[in-house]
């Protein structure tokens, strides 16, 4: 990192802080003494999702929290949490630093944490993403959902 007043390639990190997508810091030259701010973006790989089909499509927050929502419509789940899991779930593959995850495990985690949101939700949202065919694999997930209420 060079100084833009005086090109000292030595700065001091006086302060730093997230600031939307990047990360905000205050830096001192250690040549002139003259104080800047850099924006450093997070080198992180873009999440890719494998879909059902074999093709791929960037992670969109916004689709999935939607699809969520259609999924469970009119169920009193705060659109907060929705939003706060999906975001949540993003943050974790990237700290992974997962550059493809499978529509699956997205559905499967999803699942997994509806659960104990709103045990209605879960089975509706379940039943959705499942596809359900037959009724073995509907009991399978109300089964799980009996092992949750036992908790
Ligand atoms: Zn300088």
Redesign the pocket.
């Known amino acids: 990192m060079n ?1 833009p ?4 390639t030595e700065t001091r990190v006086l302060d730093s802080r997230p600031h939307d997508e990047r990360i905000r810091r205050r830096r001192e ?1 250690l ?4 104080r800047f701010t850099t924006y450093e973006a997070v080198d992180r790989p873009m999440l890719m999702v494998q879909k059902k089909d074999g093709s791929y499509e960037p992670f969109d927050r916004h689709k999935l929290v939607t699809g969520i929502f259609n999924a469970i419509k009119k169920r009193p789940v705060n659109s907060n949490l929705i939003v706060a899991m999906v975001e949540e779930l993003e943050d974790e593959y990237s700290r992974q630093m997962r550059s493809t995850v499978t529509s699956s495990e997205i559905g499967n985690a999803v699942m997994e944490r509806l659960k104990y949101i709103d045990a209605v939700a879960y089975v509706r949202f379940a039943s959705v993403y499942q596809d359900f065919t037959d009724v073995a694999g509907f009991l399978a997930v109300i089964g799980a959902l009996d092992k949750t209420d036992e908790k």
Not at 31 to 34: A, F, L, P, S, V
């Open positions: 100084c007043f005086c090109g000292h030259c040549g002139c003494g003259k």
